[in-house]
């Protein structure tokens, strides 16, 4: 089945400043990858996603990165501001195997 | 269009017990698919119902068991609970099966405590 790595677990960053999450997947047939953000006491929200046949996506302050050879794709986020703390979860689509997510911690 | 929702969200249980969770998808959506979130594991997939069929399973005991009805809804069901079933239980909705590659909308989750 479809393993997916994330990396960091935990990231504490100054606001205004960028946020990268990297993960990678095993699958080759994996063609959809979406990114979720939880806030404490939510369930997991959609916050972008990127199909295989693009190679970068970007909606305001977050951007999404694709690389099907190397597999591997990654959440930009730049501005960072206090309300963009929270968990972060990259998948990969088959039966929607996630990442082990990442804390964001955003510093006024 | 209204959210997911899942029912109840908190429950507490005794060892020994069983359970039964709902989960309401997105009107239009015919896939749920449900999974265990607990803060060591993180997001574990438990199953994918699709037009009342069974799609996919994950590597969960048979203890835990779902169904879907005609109208989408899904239940699942944990039986003779043990204390590591304490959980939050989401579910997710699409409008198609998961290896077609639509989005997936999460509900707000039940939290199982097992005492």
């Known amino acids: 089945g479809e393993n997916v790595e994330q990396h960091p677990s935990t990231l504490s960053v100054q606001e205004g400043d960028s946020a990268v999450i990297k993960c990678t997947y095993s699958?080759?047939?994996?063609?959809?990858f979406p990114w979720y953000k939880q806030e404490l006491g939510k369930g997991p929200q959609l916050i972008i996603d990127i199909r295989s046949n693009v190679g970068e996506k970007k909606d305001q302050r977050i951007a999404v990165t694709l690389n099907k050879t190397a597999k591997h794709f990654s959440l930009h986020i730049t501005e960072t501001q206090p309300e963009d703390s929270a968990v972060y979860f990259c998948?990969?689509?088959?039966?929607?195997?996630f990442g082990a997510g990442t804390t964001v911690t955003v510093r006024a | 269009k209204a959210g997911v929702t899942q029912t109840p969200r908190y429950l507490i249980k005794t060892r020994g017990q069983q359970v039964t969770l709902s989960c309401s998808p997105i009107s239009g959506h015919r896939s749920v698919s449900w999974y265990q979130q607990t803060p060591g594991q993180g997001l574990q997939f438990l199953f994918e119902y699709f037009s009342e069929t069974q799609r996919n399973k994950g590597n969960f005991p048979g203890r835990f068991s779902g169904r879907q009805f005609s109208n989408s809804r899904s239940e699942m069901n944990v039986s003779t609970l043990e204390l590591g079933d304490s959980a939050l239980y989401l579910c997710?909705?699409?409008?198609?099966?998961?290896?077609?590659?639509?989005?997936?909308?999460f509900g707000q989750g039940t939290r199982l405590t097992v005492v």
């Open positions: 998948a990969a689509r088959g039966k929607l195997s």
């Open positions: 997710a909705s699409s409008e198609l099966s998961g290896y077609q590659n639509t989005e997936a909308f």
């Open positions: 699958d080759s047939a994996s063609n959809y």
